[in-house]
């Protein structure tokens, strides 16, 4: 499935690309086709048209919050095989900032890998790439330069025929001028002219770029606009460590304030714990507490609906 435009969806098929539509029972259930998702179609050639009738089970899927009031996720892309984390080495690099994008990372089940781009205005490369390499546990961390070509075959490595990659990243890091690069043309020429409406055509060709190895790369609004969501299984990757001395305070609901025996405030006084890295893991466990509450909040009044619901089927039903 390469992009979808309201009711309508765009499908890459042994037809070649193909317009369709939901089937009755897709539309009005929960499940919709996202971006990256591979569908069972029906297919009608003569027609051009499709109607998609299943979403097969997805292999990684990034989700984000639909509003504030609404907590339900949204799968923003599926399937995607690795993940780039792209961040500047000009004067936007932020370690903390790849840590947030690492945890969405994990948690969508896709691999990731950390780029550094600009690597051609910064004089101290390495050490920017060792300090990264000391958050991101075992996640390869590559420097890249677009107008030098430095580090685009090692970003081509990752997404050989038959493999998809998205990358996560904030504005102005260089994303778009990476996958021009990857892709050998300017791509950036046909987003000008999405703004003027001439057709969505040139939409579906930038959500789901084909590499002229094979490789897909998936580049879609919702991507880019990715907020923080239900991060758990991907915080304990991310903070693996401070995970593991929290587990060893002397209290299981340890504050990490003034209690005795906290491990986390003797690893921050012995040297052994950042404290900016222990300050950036407290501040997204708070976030993530305050989603729980929403969570939950919504589940109540799920709950309320269906008992509501419940009781009128009785009614029906009794005479
Ligand atoms: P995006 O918002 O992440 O898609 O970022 P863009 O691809 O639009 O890049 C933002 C700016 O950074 C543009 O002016 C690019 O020319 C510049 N840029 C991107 N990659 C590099 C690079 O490797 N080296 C240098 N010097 N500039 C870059
Ligand atoms: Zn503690």
């Given at each position: 499935?390469?992009?979808?435009?309201?009711s309508e969806y765009?499908i890459?098929?042994?037809?070649?690309?193909?317009?369709?539509e939901?089937?009755?029972?897709?539309?009005?259930?929960?499940e919709?086709?996202?971006?990256?998702d591979w569908v069972?179609?029906a297919?009608?050639?003569?027609?051009?048209?499709?109607?998609i009738?299943?979403?097969?089970?997805?292999?990684?899927?990034?989700?984000?919050?639909?509003?504030w009031?609404e907590?339900?996720?949204?799968?923003?892309?599926?399937?995607?095989?690795?993940?780039?984390?792209?961040?500047?080495l000009?004067?936007?690099?932020?370690?903390?900032r790849?840590e947030?994008?690492?945890t969405?990372?994990?948690e969508s089940g896709?691999q990731?890998?950390?780029?550094?781009?600009?690597?051609?205005?910064?004089?101290?490369?390495?050490?920017?790439?060792?300090?990264v390499?000391?958050?991101?546990?075992g996640?390869?961390?590559?420097a890249v330069s677009?107008?030098?070509?430095?580090?685009?075959?090692?970003?081509?490595?990752y997404?050989?025929?038959g493999?998809?990659?998205?990358?996560?990243?904030?504005?102005?890091?260089?994303k778009?001028?990476?996958?021009?690069?990857?892709?050998?043309?300017?791509?950036?020429a046909?987003?000008?002219?999405?703004?003027?409406g001439?057709?969505?055509?040139t939409?579906?060709?930038?959500?789901l770029v084909?590499?002229?190895?094979?490789g897909?790369?998936?580049?879609?609004?919702?991507?880019?606009?990715?907020q923080?969501?239900d991060?758990?299984?991907?915080?304990?990757?991310?903070?693996?460590?401070?995970?593991a001395?929290?587990a060893?305070?002397?209290?299981a609901?340890?504050a990490?304030?003034?209690?005795?025996g906290?491990?986390v405030?003797?690893?921050?006084?012995g040297?052994?714990?950042?404290?900016?890295?222990?300050e950036?893991?407290?501040?997204?466990q708070?976030?993530l507490?305050?989603l729980a509450?929403?969570?939950?909040?919504?589940?109540?009044?799920?709950?309320?609906?269906?008992?509501?619901?419940?009781?009128?089927?009785?009614?029906?039903?009794?005479y």
């Amino acid at each position: 499935m390469a992009v979808e435009h309201r009711s309508e969806y765009v499908i890459y098929t042994e037809h070649g690309e193909l317009r369709a539509e939901l089937a009755g029972r897709l539309r009005h259930g929960d499940e919709h086709p996202a971006v990256g998702d591979w569908v069972a179609v029906a297919l009608r050639p003569s027609e051009g048209r499709a109607t998609i009738h299943a979403v097969l089970p997805r292999r990684s899927a990034f989700t984000r919050k639909v509003a504030w009031a609404e907590t339900k996720p949204q799968v923003v892309a599926a399937n995607v095989d690795v993940v780039f984390v792209v961040c500047g080495l000009d004067a936007n690099y932020n370690v903390r900032r790849i840590e947030r994008y690492l945890t969405l990372a994990w948690e969508s089940g896709a691999q990731p890998v950390v780029l550094l781009t600009k690597a051609d205005l910064c004089d101290d490369v390495d050490p920017r790439v060792y300090e990264v390499e000391s958050i991101a546990f075992g996640v390869p961390v590559h420097a890249v330069s677009a107008p030098h070509g430095d580090g685009l075959e090692t970003v081509r490595s990752y997404v050989p025929a038959g493999r998809t990659a998205a990358l996560l990243g904030s504005s102005g890091v260089g994303k778009s001028t990476l996958v021009n690069a990857l892709v050998g043309e300017e791509l950036l020429a046909t987003q000008g002219l999405r703004d003027d409406g001439r057709g969505r055509h040139t939409t579906s060709h930038r959500q789901l770029v084909p590499l002229p190895e094979g490789g897909l790369v998936l580049d879609t609004p919702g991507m880019r606009e990715l907020q923080l969501w239900d991060a758990d299984e991907g915080m304990q990757a991310a903070f693996a460590d401070v995970d593991a001395l929290a587990a060893q305070c002397r209290f299981a609901d340890c504050a990490h304030r003034e209690e005795p025996g906290c491990a986390v405030r003797a690893a921050l006084a012995g040297g052994t714990l950042d404290v900016e890295r222990f300050e950036s893991w407290g501040k997204l466990q708070r976030e993530l507490e305050r989603l729980a509450r929403k969570q939950d909040a919504r589940a109540r009044s799920e709950s309320r609906k269906e008992r509501a619901r419940f009781a009128r089927s009785m009614r029906k039903t009794s005479y």
